[in-house]
């Protein structure tokens, strides 16, 4: 057996903690954008309760980010977390310029794709439901 096939079994067994692990961080990175237009924090001052889209788009952002977090219900929260961000991008970004990098919509792409991917990879290890 080479040493990339060894390595390569190695890190294939691992990849599920590893999926788990990104899954959450992101989700806490979600729940972080949504608790700065909720409450301000960590940062910001806090949209007025039931602006529109703002103070929505936090609530949705902690209480998606939370299920993706704890892996319940990931893949439909996913999904449509992934939605959220692609309307986010296309609404509030877009109209700015076609490039993200430009345009200031790099954030929301990232968290359209990388939720994407969790769609379809599903939770990983660490989740509160049984698949």
Same mark, same amino acid.
């Given at each position: 057996?080479?040493?990339? $096939?060894?390595?390569? $079994?190695? %890190? ?13 961080? &992101? ?7 949504? $608790? ?16 529109? #889209? ?17 892996? %319940? ?15 986010? +991008? ?19 792409? %990232? +968290?359209?794709? &990388? ?7 599903? #939770?990983?290890? %660490? $989740?509160?439901?049984?698949?």
């Amino acid at each position: 057996m080479s040493t990339e $096939t060894v390595l390569e $079994t190695r %890190l294939n067994a691992q990849s599920s903690m590893a999926l788990g692990i990104f899954r959450i961080a &992101v989700a806490l990175l979600f729940i972080m954008h949504g $608790t700065a237009k909720l409450f301000g924090w960590p940062q910001g001052s806090p949209a007025a309760l039931g602006a529109w #889209p703002m103070w929505w788009a936090g609530a949705l952002e902690v209480v998606l980010g939370g299920l993706i977090a704890v892996g %319940l219900f990931t893949r439909p929260a996913a999904f449509v977390a992934s939605g959220m961000m692609a309307v986010a +991008y296309f609404w509030r970004h877009f109209p700015d310029g076609f490039w993200p990098i430009v345009n200031g919509g790099e954030t929301a792409v %990232l +968290y359209c794709f &990388v939720f994407l991917l969790i769609v379809f990879t599903g #939770p990983g290890a %660490l $989740t509160v439901s049984r698949r």
